[in-house]
């Protein structure tokens, strides 16, 4: 599924006793000299994971309706400190946290941010082990990104006081328009670590923060991540995409410019509200408001006047209010766009109309 563009990076680092190792995977379709920028997704997964997980996010991503857009994906440098712990201990103890986030706030991300097309919203994810470091980096610093996904944290084995930091401190005003998903793994000991978290979320969290729990115990433990990351993204970015499109009926194109003019506050960037517009004029049609719906098309078409599908929207609804002048002009440029883009399937389609509709 995935056609990730895979880029290993090698940087000196101020902060660690050794250069910075981590990889870089940029979506299909991404090129650096456009104008199209991309959230990143900056994750700890390493090994087998990290090919499951790019996978998972083109393909959560690869049509517009997704659960999320496109993103970058980078993996967060492993920090060596020195210290008799296991490996695999060393995560999850948060002894390397405050250096790694150090590394992240003043060498990773603003490398990233320079050398790739970014948008201002950044996600950080960890799963068991690694999904203690979201918490603590949004217990510590907040504001290093918008958007926290911990899954199946590994609580039991923390080191740092990291739960002593979810008090008071979340009324913060730097909680404002941040998310975090946190889920419930199966190991029975992190269980009253992880009420605890929910407790200081429900008692302190500021209103403008955004959260949610998922208790993942009677899952699978391989299964936890693949399940979790889905759900996450698809909360997190579930706004994209407004369900209930009777909200828009009385307000209409209106109603949804200012909708996406209020998540742009939450994004950093604005984004695109064109699906939305395309089931506001199905609402539209489907309500008998030919006028409306074929306003709403045109400027769906501004928008995007290269796509030939929406052009065929636009004539469609043209025929169904009866401005059959309009709707043969609007077929003949949809025609003429497909040749050129030698799209067969849509040639047939709009040569086919034309011809049974005589126009």
């Known amino acids: 599924m995935a056609k990730n563009i895979e880029k290993s990076m090698v940087l000196a680092s101020k902060f ?65 400190v020195e210290t008799d712990m296991e490996p695999k201990y060393i995560s999850a103890s948060g002894i390397n946290s405050d250096l790694t986030i150090e590394v992240l706030n003043h060498e990773v991300m603003p490398y990233i941010n320079k050398n790739f097309q970014t948008h201002p919203f950044n996600i950080l994810e960890g799963f068991s082990s690694s999904g203690n470091f979201p918490l603590y980096v949004l217990a510590a610093k907040p504001e290093l990104f918008n958007a926290y996904i911990s899954v199946s944290p590994a609580l039991v084995l923390d080191k740092s006081g990291l739960l002593a930091k979810f008090d008071k401190r979340l009324t913060s005003d730097i909680y404002k328009n941040k998310s975090l998903y946190l889920s419930l793994g199966s ?30 115990r009677t899952d699978n433990y391989m299964t936890q991540p693949m399940i979790g990351v889905s759900l996450a993204v698809q909360r997190l970015f579930s706004d994209r995409n407004p369900k209930d499109m009777a909200q828009f009926k009385t307000s209409g194109v209106k109603g949804i ?13 604005a984004l695109s509200s064109t699906n939305a517009l395309m089931d506001l004029s199905y609402m539209q ?23 030939t599908y929406y ?44 011809k049974v509709l005589k126009l």
């Open 16 to 80: 660690a006793s050794h250069d910075l190792k981590f990889k870089v995977y940029l979506p299909d379709g991404y090129k650096g000299d456009s104008d199209e920028r991309y959230p990143v997704f900056y994750t700890t997964a390493g090994g087998s994971r990290i090919n499951v997980l790019k996978e998972q996010l083109a393909w959560l991503s690869h049509v517009g309706f997704g659960a999320l857009p496109k993103v970058i994906i980078v993996t967060v440098p492993y920090i060596e």
């Open 187 to 216: 190991f029975t000991n992190n269980a009253p670590l992880f009420e605890g978290v929910e407790k200081a979320l429900n008692y302190y969290a500021n209103n403008e923060f955004n959260w949610h729990t998922e208790d993942f």
């Open 257 to 269: 410019l200012a909708y996406y003019n209020k998540l742009k506050v939450k994004y950093g960037y």
């Open 285 to 307: 049609i489907e309500g008998d408001q030919y006028d409306e719906a074929i306003k709403t098309l045109e400027l769906v078409v501004n928008q995007s006047p290269e796509n």
């Open 311 to 354: 052009l065929t929207r636009l004539a469609s609804a043209q025929l169904e209010a009866k401005q059959n002048k309009a709707a043969k002009k609007t077929y003949n440029k949809a025609l003429i766009l497909a040749k050129a883009k030698g799209d067969e399937e849509s040639i047939q389609f709009i040569q086919n109309k034309l």
